[in-house]
C-alpha cells in the first residue's frame, strides 16, 4: 500500500499550467535560482554533453545550458511548461538508466509528493561521475505570511487548514542527497528579501509562479474576514514606509553519481600517523 500523497498532482499541473502565459512577470524567484546554479555550474571544470533540464518552467535554464555547447532534454510537470519536452512529475521520471551526465532543476523540488524517491531516480539517470544540481524554496521562508494566515485562521474559530507547504532545511536536504546515494555532496542556502507594499501583492506573485497550496485536501478558502486579519497584520508589522520584507531561503543540492575516476577516502587501517601524534604535533 502507498503512502498518502501530500501534494494534488493534477493540481500542481494545473497550477503550473495556468502560470505559464505570464511566468515572466513573476519569476524572480525561480531566475535566483538559475543565476546560482549555473554559478556553481561554471565553478566545475569539465564538460557536459547531454542534460536533463527538469521542471524547465520558462526555458531559461535549457538555454543557458544550450549556449554552453550542451545538449538539453527539458521536461516538466505542466504540459505547457514542458512545451515540446517530456511531461511528467519529478518523482516519476521515465528516463533510462544512465541517460544524462548532468541533472540540473530549478524552483520544482520543493512540492514533490516523493523527494528521496525523485533523488534515486535523478542519481540512476545519471552516468557514473554525472553532476546533479538543484534549487528550491527552503525551510525558513515566508515567515510572515505563515504566521499571519495561521492567526487569520484561528481567529475564525473554525478548522486550521495547511497552507503554506512544509518546506526542507539545508541539513535534510545533505542527508536526502546522500540517501539517495550521491557522493561529494553539498547542501547550502542563500536568502533572498522582497519588500512588499501589501500582503494581497505578495498572495499574486505566488500565484504568478504557481506557489500557492496544492496540499492534497486543502480547500479552505481565504474568507473576507481572514482576508481583512491578513491586512491588519500587515499594517502592524510593516516599517515606517509602509513595507514588509519577506524572505524566500533558497536550498541548494550539489552531488555526483558515483564513478571510478572520483576521489576514494583512503582504506580504513591504512593511515602511518596517528591522530594522538597529528594533535601534538600541532
Sequence with gaps: MEPPEIF???????????????????????????????????????????????????????????????QVT????????????????????????ESFDLIVSAGVLDSVNDLPGALIQCRRAL??????????????????????????????????????????????AGDLLARAGFVLTVADSEPLDVGYGD????MSDLRGMAATNMLTGQTLPLTRGRLASLSQAFAVAAGPDGRLRERFEL???????PGPNQPQPARRGSGTTSLAAALRSG
Excluded: N
Design 8 to 70: 494534488d498532482r493534477h493540481l500542481r499541473r494545473l497550477r503550473r499550467d495556468r502560470a505559464a502565459p505570464g511566468f515572466a512577470h513573476y519569476s524572480f524567484v525561480r531566475d535566483a535560482i538559475v543565476e546560482a546554479l549555473l554559478d556553481r555550474l561554471d565553478l566545475v571544470k569539465r564538460d557536459f554533453a547531454h542534460a536533463l533540464d527538469l521542471g524547465t518552467a520558462d526555458g531559461g535554464l535549457r538555454r543557458a545550458l544550450e549556449a554552453r555547447g550542451i
Design 74 to 97: 527539458a521536461s516538466d510537470a505542466g504540459a505547457r511548461f514542458a512545451g515540446e519536452g517530456v511531461q511528467c512529475d519529478e518523482d516519476r521520471l521515465p528516463f533510462a538508466p
Design 251 to 257: 536550498v541548494f543540492m550539489t552531488g555526483w553519481a
Design 199 to 202: 500582503p494581497f501583492r505578495l
Design 127 to 172: 552516468k557514473p561521475d554525472g553532476l546533479f544540481l538543484a534549487g528550491f524554496v527552503g525551510a525558513g521562508s515566508l515567515a510572515w505570511l505563515r504566521k499571519a494566515l495561521l492567526v487569520a485562521d484561528q481567529a475564525t474559530g473554525d478548522a486550521v487548514p495547511q497552507r503554506v507547504h512544509p518546506l526542507i532545511d539545508v541539513r535534510a
